[in-house]
């Protein structure tokens, strides 16, 4: 008895064995893309080239996700990993720490912007690995890709990084890139001719998550909770803002898919304002797929709704 026991443990080892090996085995031939904004740039420069594989699901938060023991197998052995980084991925740091060992090629794209990124604050500027002593909660701002310049910048970094790991479809990858970045051109010439029509300047959200936007193009985020979509405003914090939306004849509170709606119901109940939603983009429901709908299109969704709240004339 104890012997068939012993044998069929030794069985299942092997077999799990042998289906990580494979796992891995494809995993070095394909590019790990970690959260939905960095997955739709990437595949869109790589159409027709590498196989493009997305990380955190899409339906996910990338704020809280983490990946299993066979996950961080396969981004330690892939060809190359692709990851937002400014704190979004606590565990992306890990995986590339690890990567080589495993000749995996690593880009990090918030090193993409040194002295670019925005503190926790939104006051402070400075680059991935910076930390402020005097300040020890201080986290910087990931949501780059909500700025239409800044993801063409990521779009080229990408174009690079493809170009270095799969040499042989560089022509590919430099034609596809440059479609992409005539449609982030369109896309930032829209924001800008649309936003200098608006009256007013200000907008609330629930999560902090639209400063490079705001900073883009002359506006300014007032948020109700932090860089983290979890986090939760203080009584003295809720109270603080209902005087000022309505001091400043704010009428309407951004939330966002998934998160922040009871809060916003709060203050518009407190105001007499209205519920509206901006989106992050940090993933996309079964629906926004199912529909078609991508980063740009929902880019586009988030113009109108500030067309809306910030009085478009």
Known sequence: MKRALFILLLLCAVLFSGCSSQSQQGAEKKVYASTYPVYYLTGRIAENGIEVAAVVPSSADPHNWEPSPRQMAELESCKLFIYNGAGLEPWADKVSSLAGDNDTAVLELASVFQGQLIDGSGEKTGSPGERHPEDHNHEWDPHFWLDPVMAKEMAVAIR??????????????????????????????????????????????????????????????????????????????????????????????????????????????????????????????E??????????SIMRKNLEQLKVALEYE
């Not at 309407?252 to 105001?271: D, N």
């Not at 629906?287 to 740009?296: A, F, N, P, V, W």
């Open 160 to 285: 690079e990084a493809l170009i270095q790991v799969d040499p042989d479809n560089k022509e590919l990858y430099v034609e596809n890139c440059a479609a992409l970045e005539q449609d982030l051109d369109k896309l930032h010439e829209e924001y800008t001719s649309t936003l200098s029509r608006c009256r007013k300047k200000e907008f609330v959200v629930t999560h902090q998550a639209f400063g490079y936007l705001a900073k883009r193009y002359g506006l300014e985020q007032i948020s109700v909770m932090g860089i983290s979509s979890e986090s939760e405003p203080s009584p003295s914090r809720l109270a603080e803002l209902t005087k000022l939306l309505k001091e400043s004849n704010i009428r309407c509170i951004f939330t966002e898919p998934f998160t922040g709606e009871k809060v916003a119901q709060t203050l518009a109940a407190e105001t007499g304002g209205e519920v509206l939603e901006l989106n992050p983009i940090g993933g996309l429901t």
């Open 287 to 296: 629906t926004q797929m199912e529909s078609g709908e991508d980063y740009l």
